[in-house]
């Protein structure tokens, strides 16, 4: 499945990695509690009882260059059985692996990440080169994310780590390749990263996740951050600066395709869908 639209001067595609099925919403929204949280997905078409999302990846073509944006799971179903669909829809948009010039990381959980490599061991998009940040990278392998990080740290390890020799290191706020900028957007994980593109559109990653919840309630923590506080401090800037400076969104969880804007509607927040230009 995949929604091809423009951003800026780029061609931009949306591919999706199928989606998820996660746990019921008041065991990862902290604060609203189960009948305010129901009531939101409710009137927003959405079952109640347990949270469902798309992946999303964005495939950019700057400067001649093909950007993959996140890569899904992989072959993992830790979350049902829908998801690791990527290279079937790149294939649908007449996208080769080889074709991928650089595979970009918001950041490095399992849902994001796991397409790097096949389960041979081989990258699956054989001629890209890795960019991701320094304090993501550190994070997940640093002993001291080892106990409590056990899963995610492997994957890391497995899909991140053999690529060592052509990862590029992203600096906050760089133009890493042209007409995309970096934006530290920590809590979520310690470093995560959103991105702005020329043409005033931003990719917004985890920082919040979810449409309608994340927007109804941005003050709730989320149990996927792993510094839930940092996590609303980081949301709520965020969120304030897309409604101030008008950006498209490119939500990798939201519903398909995952494209919008928002709108500020006194203290909460409400994603308003479009199909891109
Ligand atoms: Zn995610």
């Not at 979350?79 to 080769?96: I, K, N, Q, T, W």
């Not at 490095?108 to 081989?122: A, L, Y």
Request: charged share 20%; net charge negative; proline share 6%.
């Amino acid at each position: 499945m995949f929604h091809r639209f423009t951003i800026g001067t780029m061609t931009a595609t949306i591919v999706s990695d199928g989606p998820l099925l996660l746990h019921a919403p008041e065991k990862i929204f902290v604060g609203p509690g189960p009948a305010a949280l129901g009531a939101s997905l409710t009137a927003s078409g959405l079952q109640a009882d347990r949270i469902r999302v798309e992946q999303n990846c964005l495939l950019l073509e700057t400067a001649g260059k093909k950007v993959l944006f996140d890569n899904g799971m992989g072959s993992e179903k830790l979350y049902g059985p829908d998801s690791g669909r990527l290279l079937d829809s790149l294939r649908e948009a007449g996208v080769a692996p080889s074709e991928i010039d650089a595979m970009v990381l918001t950041h490095g959980h399992s849902d994001h990440c796991w397409g790097t490599m096949s389960d041979d061991g081989t990258p699956n998009f054989p001629n890209a080169t890795l960019y991701l940040s320094q304090a993501e990278l550190d994070f997940w392998t640093s002993a001291a994310s080892e106990p409590r990080m056990t899963r995610s740290s492997a994957g890391v390890r497995k899909h991140i780590l053999p690529l060592r020799d052509r990862i590029q290191i992203i600096r906050d706020e760089e133009e890493f390749l042209p007409g995309v900028h970096a934006l530290a957007t920590p809590g979520h994980t310690p470093g995560h990263l959103a991105f702005l593109f020329d043409g005033g559109w931003c990719l917004t990653g985890d920082v919040a996740f979810h449409d309608p919840l994340s927007y109804s309630f941005p003050d709730a923590e989320s149990v996927y951050d792993t510094d839930r506080d940092l996590g609303l401090r980081t949301r709520r800037r965020l969120l304030d600066r897309l409604v101030a400076d008008r950006l498209s969104i490119i939500g990798y969880h939201h519903p398909w395709p995952g494209l919008g804007r928002l709108e500020s509607t006194g203290g909460t927040f409400r994603f308003i869908p479009e199909r891109g230009g």
